[in-house]
């Protein structure tokens, strides 16, 4: 068991939002997202039962990675807004009782950075990563100084220079983590962070936060870095929280982080938890459901034990330190709505994600069922390669029926994604009207989760079958069944009495479980 540390009390039953800027919401008809658009839609978020909104970044950018390429921290894109109207969204968000979080991205700088306009103009300058040598993953100057520098991510992100954990004779350009460059950047990490905590937003999630330190084995050196920050705001700020985009919950809790997040890749000890439950390939034109099976899935060729060992192990690891936190996708990969699984398939997913012990993180429009588009354009960075992209996970929401959803036909070189062509896809406006739908389905769930604490992050879920129905009970008083699969099932159960607090297709008659398929249940034990 990891030592507590103290925390915001907030944390511990909090339903998280992603929110990504440019297609959620927009006010003034040009195609793009804004700040005072995605402020008019508050309401659907309180209404819905979220309490903390993760915006991803919104800071000046020359949107070559869609914004995480940051060219100013402390100004706002202008595309979304002024600080003002950044300011007011959070105060409006304030007064619903929803948190505002920023993305952090502490790694690397976009290029145009007058930071490294700086540094590419002067040799003495060690903020960013220089060799006087071409080596491998490194970039030409584009400026006058001589040399080449290191990239975080793309070629237009220059990695910011945190140190290296170990040095090397033959790279001179490793500096130590104590060096000057190293250490002006973890004061710019601190002034950042303390310039739009004073605005009154409720932490931030940071971005490729196992990157900063290079060449660190365990990470030694980079957690210190975090725990260092950590230390500061539990002193200057103690209701703040900080994510990691780590997709290592024990080891970014250990580092001083409030929370991580299970991520869809990392390789087979980071991104295959996640990849067993949804599997949300990010896919291709031609076919984009190239993968093996995972538990939700019609078929039910998958089972759900690979992800319970590896949460079993994290939650033993951040047991009184932090918590694990369990999307249903992000801007990196393909929505909950992906390839084959939709419609009726997506109740159970939220049903487990909402009543098991993890911070539940939904990405906009999932809560409708929004779809992956495969075979969109690469749009501001979208396209990692022939079989990844990311543009069909950041299409708009779509808040109404009809053929922009919300949103104008803006300019092709503009931002604007089309919408689902499909007339039958899922809008807010149509599901809000109707009671038994998705949207319905996700807020009674969330309340049902703020309802009974019992059901929430903190706590442990015994596992009575670990099938197809995926059966626990939380507290020694709540009893969950969820079966994503096409058939039905059943699991025997003893003498048990139950009353039914939201429950789909499942049945507990003479000691025996019933789940149809595409099922949930969620009881409260005798």
Request: some cysteine; hydrophobic content about 40%.
């Amino acid at each position: 068991m990891t030592s507590t540390r103290p925390g915001p009390d907030w944390l511990a039953d909090a339903v998280l939002y992603q929110i990504y800027p440019q297609t959620f919401a927009d006010s003034d008809g040009d195609g793009i997202g804004d700040f005072a658009g995605a402020t008019e839609r508050l309401d659907h978020l309180a209404w819905l039962g979220v309490d903390t909104v993760w915006l991803t970044p919104c800071f000046a950018s020359p949107f070559r990675d869609a914004g995480y390429d940051v060219s100013d921290y402390l100004t706002p894109a202008p595309r979304y807004g002024t600080s003002d109207d950044l300011a007011a969204l959070v105060e409006a968000a304030r007064r619903r009782g929803i948190r505002i979080l920023l993305d952090l991205v502490a790694g690397h700088t976009s290029d145009r950075h007058p930071w490294f306009l700086a540094a590419a103009e002067d040799p003495s300058d060690h903020r960013y990563i220089w060799s006087d040598h071409q080596a491998d993953g490194f970039v030409a100057s584009p400026g006058s100084r001589s040399g080449w520098y290191r990239p975080n991510f793309f070629d237009c992100q220059p990695a910011l220079n945190f140190g290296y954990a170990r040095s090397r004779s033959d790279e001179p350009w490793r500096q130590p983590v104590d060096a000057e460059g190293p250490r002006a950047n973890r004061r710019a990490l601190r002034e950042i962070m303390a310039h739009w905590l004073g605005l009154g937003v409720a932490g931030f999630r940071v971005d490729m936060a196992s990157s900063l330190v290079k060449d660190d084995p365990g990470f030694t050196e980079t957690a210190k870095l975090w725990s260092e920050l950590r230390d500061w705001l539990d002193r200057a700020h103690p209701q703040a929280a900080l994510f990691a985009e780590w997709g290592d919950p024990a080891t970014a809790v250990a580092a001083g982080f409030h929370a991580d997040f299970f991520l869809q890749f990392g390789g087979a000890d980071r991104g295959l938890p996640l990849r067993s439950l949804w599997n949300n390939n990010a896919g291709t034109v031609e076919d984009f459901w190239q993968q093996g099976p995972c538990y939700f899935e019609a078929e039910g060729r998958g089972t759900p034990q690979v992800f319970l060992d590896a949460w079993r192990s994290a939650a033993e690891l951040t047991d009184g330190a932090g918590y694990i936190a369990l999307p249903t996708a992000n801007h990196d990969f393909s929505r909950l709505a992906t390839g084959p699984r939709t419609g009726a398939q997506l109740a159970p997913a939220f049903a487990f994600l909402l009543t098991w012990p993890t911070l539940p993180a939904v990405y906009y429009g999932d809560e409708i069922g929004m779809r992956y588009l495969p075979g969109l354009a690469d749009v501001e960075g979208s396209v990692l390669g022939p079989q990844y992209n990311r543009a069909g996970s950041r299409t708009p929401m779509q808040w109404e029926p009809g053929p922009n959803a919300g949103f104008s036909t803006a300019p092709a070189d503009r931002l604007y994604l089309p919408v689902d062509p499909d007339p039958h896809r899922p809008d807010v406006a149509t599901q809000r009207a109707d009671p038994t739908s998705l949207l319905h389905t996700v807020r009674r769930l969330i309340a049902l989760r703020r309802a009974h604490p019992g059901l929430g992050a903190v706590g442990e879920a015994d596992v009575r079958h670990a099938g197809y129905p995926l059966v626990y009970t939380r507290a020694g008083r709540y009893l969950v069944a969820v079966n994503p699969r096409r058939e039905p099932g059943e699991v025997p159960l003893g003498r048990v009495g139950v009353r039914p607090l939201d429950v789909q297709g499942v049945r507990v008659v003479d000691g025996r479980l019933r789940a149809d398929g595409f099922s949930y249940g969620v009881f409260e034990m005798a």
